[in-house]
């Protein structure tokens, strides 16, 4: 089952604006990673928060972590076209058990920024 | 090498033949997963090696998807009788499990398109 839920699905903007994604998931973690994948490639990491922070930032990127809510949000700021991919939150399993290193991986948003 | 690399970018089979999907992780990069994707989907977990060894070989869909991992780094998948449904891009990635975090590299994908 996916532990990860993504809104939006789908996001349109236009460069210059913000754009705000969401990730849900269900179980404790121990980290929180953001992904991003252009149309028929592999997936690139772009951020990874753990679960002791609260707000990580990484040049346009900025995101959020919430346990209480096991919630996070990714935040681009000043959209590019070249920012134009799909992105998906993702989390690991607990150190020390087998599942380590496996990932789940959310739904994904789609954003388009136009330019 | 530099990256994760994948052989064959793509795939075309008839319905009931076997297939091999080839992985070749970033140098000295002890784990090594494979995920897949539908279309418009997000990623499902498959397999994953820790050396030669596959720990979580909980997402392998059925006894026709069978993965295994020779001398710590090529990987392949191998997925017989294929039938429509498994149409899908297959993704792998490798990471440095002595490193606390899961950060993993991933390979451009097999597109496999079964007829």
């Known amino acids: 089952s996916q532990q990860g839920e993504e809104d939006p699905q789908a996001l349109s903007i236009q460069e210059g604006e913000n754009a705000t994604m969401n990730c849900s998931y269900k179980t404790s973690i121990n980290n929180l990673q953001w992904y991003r994948q252009n149309s028929g490639r592999g997936l690139v990491h772009l951020i990874l928060i753990r679960s002791n922070e609260r707000e990580k930032h990484s040049g346009r990127l900025r995101v959020t972590l919430d346990t209480s809510k096991k919630s996070s949000s990714l935040l681009i700021t000043a959209s590019r076209a070249a920012d134009t991919a799909s992105y998906f939150c993702a989390t690991g399993g607990n150190a020390g058990g087998t599942s380590y290193g496996k990932l789940t991986f959310g739904q994904g948003t789609i954003l388009t920024v136009h330019p | ?92 990635a490798s990471s440095n499990r002595t490193q606390a975090k899961n950060i993993q590299y991933f390979g451009a994908g097999t597109r496999l398109s079964v007829l």
Do not use: M
């Open chain 2, 1 to 92: 090498g530099a990256g994760v690399s994948q052989s064959p970018s793509n795939k075309v089979t008839e319905k009931g033949k076997d297939v091999e999907l080839r992985c070749d992780p970033i140098s000295g990069h002890t784990a090594l997963y494979w995920y897949r994707q539908s279309l418009g989907q997000g990623l499902e977990f498959l397999i994953y090696f820790q050396g030669n060894s596959a720990p979580d070989k909980s997402g392998l869909p059925s006894d026709r998807f069978s993965a295994e991992r020779t001398g710590g780094s090529v990987s392949t998948l191998t997925i017989q009788r294929t039938q429509q449904e498994d149409s899908a891009v297959y993704l792998c």
